[in-house]
DNA sequence: GCACAGTCTTGAGTTTGGTCAAGGCTCGCC
DNA sequence: GGCGAGCCTTGACCAAACTCAAGACTGTGC
């Protein structure tokens, strides 16, 4: 079919969570129902409250979840990039999407027809499987960042988001910061400015941001920092480092 | 089979989200693998890392699901009772639980073994179909949570939960508080004694705390302080009613 | 180089929520 | 009734994070 995939985009999504449990005949039936979409940077993808008809996989660029409460404050769910899916729950609950969509930078996706995506699944349970899966996983996700704002503070959730970015178990390593401060402060439930100070306490701990840099000196001194008590916190600031 | 269900236990788990749709073929195809576990309070049912043999349905009884942090900080994610299922994503993911689980109150559960059901599922796709509205169901909730958390302040947490808890759309109520403050407070991400602040904070909005149960004068008067954002609750505080 | 916009950081003052400790309230038990 | 245990509330104090506002830094265009 006229599906204007890139075969390295191809390669992109076979190797998704999503789909990469797959037979490739499987998959080949999926993407009749599937379409490239373009989208420029801060374009909405989709609305709160819209019939939700469809899923996506990121085949470039950023694209944030959030939702607006009425009086206006907006508050980031999750942020997603190449190679991710999502949106996949939200096709099968109520039917309508609990979250909107946007693109923060210029992206290419790849969007799936939800009524198909059912169709397929009733024919071959493994598609079902491999999505159960996959929310599963979402779901864990979600379980770590309602945690994380629960019993961490805020230089100790954006240590967690460093820790999940760097690829290096020990030792130091130098993270690249993926989107600007003021997204990744909404994504860690703060405000730019406590962003910036958070980091700033971090110095303490062995990082230091440059640019849209993060060196980390030690990654188990930081993982040590991200999963202290809060009562060690306090008890620290008199005797620090 | 020798499950020891009465009869209106038999019709609570028919009813669940999880099962409602499923044929009485299915469901006592899948009860097979089922049995009925009795916990005193405080009991563990499972610990977060562990193995995910097993999903749940509350037969009777408060469950709290919820993670400890290496430091010994207790997050409760959630809080189950009667004719609620649960772990039932965490069955599928990397196959342990990301969280742990034990019984508020004395609790009579029914465990459905975890690869018998993924058997059914193979069979009949329409199980995998009911699991995936069920566990994107329960994405919904951690997101609206994720988003209170982020956007909200205690006491408009707190009104969204009483919402949530009130039947009425509109008018007066009052509403039963299900468990005590102890675990509202850490189901709302907040210790015992904001919450008692919080409740007080209330009062300006016509709701009144006596024993167990909260009265609430305006449900649209309640909501609408729910929702209302941040600045406009700044702005208020010269001037409030 | 200089002005400008955008982004990020810093500073001062305020609010929220956590901690610790003390005091009420309720309920069961003797 | 009196006592004690548990739970809830209050008060004082403190740390974390938000707001508003100003300043620094970066990169662009002239």
Redesign the interface.
């Known amino acids: 079919m006229g599906l204007d995939l890139s075969p390295l985009e191809l390669q992109l999504v076979r190797r998704t969570p999503l789909f990469s449990g797959l037979s490739p005949e499987a998959l080949s039936d999926l993407m009749a129902g599937a379409a490239v979409q373009n989208a420029p940077a801060g374009n909405c993808l989709f609305t709160q409250g819209e019939p939700a008809e469809a899923i996506f996989v990121v085949l470039n660029g950023w694209i944030k979840l959030y939702?607006i409460?009425?009086?206006?404050?907006?508050?980031?769910?999750e942020i997603f990039t190449r190679g991710q899916s999502f949106a996949e729950?939200?096709?099968?609950?109520?039917a309508t999407y609990?979250?909107s969509c946007e693109a923060v930078t210029e992206a290419r996706l790849l969007r799936i027809s939800a009524r198909h995506l059912?169709d397929r699944?009733?024919?071959?349970?493994?598609i079902?499987?491999t999505?159960?899966?996959s929310?599963?996983?979402?779901?864990?996700l979600?379980?770590?960042?309602?945690?994380a704002?629960?019993?961490?503070t805020g230089a100790q959730r954006i240590a967690e988001f460093l820790l999940e970015l760097a690829h290096c178990e020990t030792g130091s390593c130098t993270v690249e910061l993926p989107y600007d401060k003021a997204l990744i402060a909404a994504r860690l439930?703060m405000k730019p400015e406590s962003l910036s100070r958070a980091f700033n306490r971090l110095k303490d701990h062995g990082v230091e941001v440059k640019q849209r840099q993060a060196e980390i000196a030690s990654v188990e001194a930081l993982r040590d920092f991200a999963?202290?008590?809060?009562?060690?916190i306090m008890k620290a600031h008199g005797a620090d480092d």
């Open positions: 939702r409460t009425t009086g206006g404050t907006e508050a980031v769910i729950a939200a096709a099968f609950a109520g609990p979250v059912f699944i009733r024919r071959s349970p493994d079902g499987l999505m159960l899966a929310t599963s996983k979402q779901l864990r979600f379980v770590r960042q309602i945690e704002l629960k019993a961490q439930g999963e202290r008590e809060r009562a060690d």
